[in-house]
């Protein structure tokens, strides 16, 4: 063979040889571009997945949250009667201290102490609780209101609870009322 067809055969075989190389290179990239578009499918679907299970939660997450906020106002749905009511309960107790110096009115401490246990018993059904608070327990701001300073009797006192004015109160685990105490100094 000449020159000339040694040339033209080679550049023919280049030729067809790129032709099959690109033909190779496109049938690639379509299984490429199938594969991308498979694969686009699933992380469009795991998203949607995701995004799916994120508001189920957030969807469970306010339906206790909902309930939850319920059932304390049930709770807590008599505070205003209960703190209402807390101002006849002293006066009951503060009665009660006072007929029992008079022993000519035995039946009316008898009387007056019967009506006073009922209403205890109702409001403690209803969820009232007394706060128990004792002169020599350790002063806390954050569970006892204080009233006012004296100089302490002891030294054993400073610091402590003096003396309890008006008892507190609690309605479920809320406080609605604050012992008030005498603090001594």
């Not at 490429?32 to 694969?39: D, F, R, S």
């Amino acid at each position: 063979m000449s020159k000339k067809s040694k040339k033209e055969t080679n550049i023919e075989e280049e030729v067809k040889a790129t032709s099959n190389q690109t033909e190779a290179t496109t049938e690639q990239e379509e299984v490429v571009e199938e594969l991308t578009v498979e694969e686009q499918l699933k992380a469009d679907l795991q998203q949607e997945k995701d995004k799916f299970l994120r508001l189920f939660a957030e969807f469970e997450n306010y339906k206790k949250r909902t309930s939850k906020e319920r059932i304390e106002l049930f709770q807590t749905a008599s505070k205003d009667v209960m703190v209402s009511l807390l101002p006849v309960l002293d006066d009951f107790e503060r009665a009660l201290l006072h007929i029992e110096d008079d022993k000519e009115a035995e039946e009316l401490r008898k009387g007056v102490l019967l009506i006073y246990n009922k209403l205890v018993q109702v409001l403690q059904q209803k969820g009232l609780a007394k706060i128990e608070v004792n002169a020599g327990d350790v002063f806390n701001a954050d569970h006892h209101e204080a009233i006012t300073q004296i100089a302490a009797p002891t030294d054993d006192l400073k610091g402590k609870i003096v003396d309890v004015i008006e008892k507190g109160y609690k309605l479920g685990e809320t406080v609605i009322r604050f012992p008030k105490v005498v603090i001594g100094q």
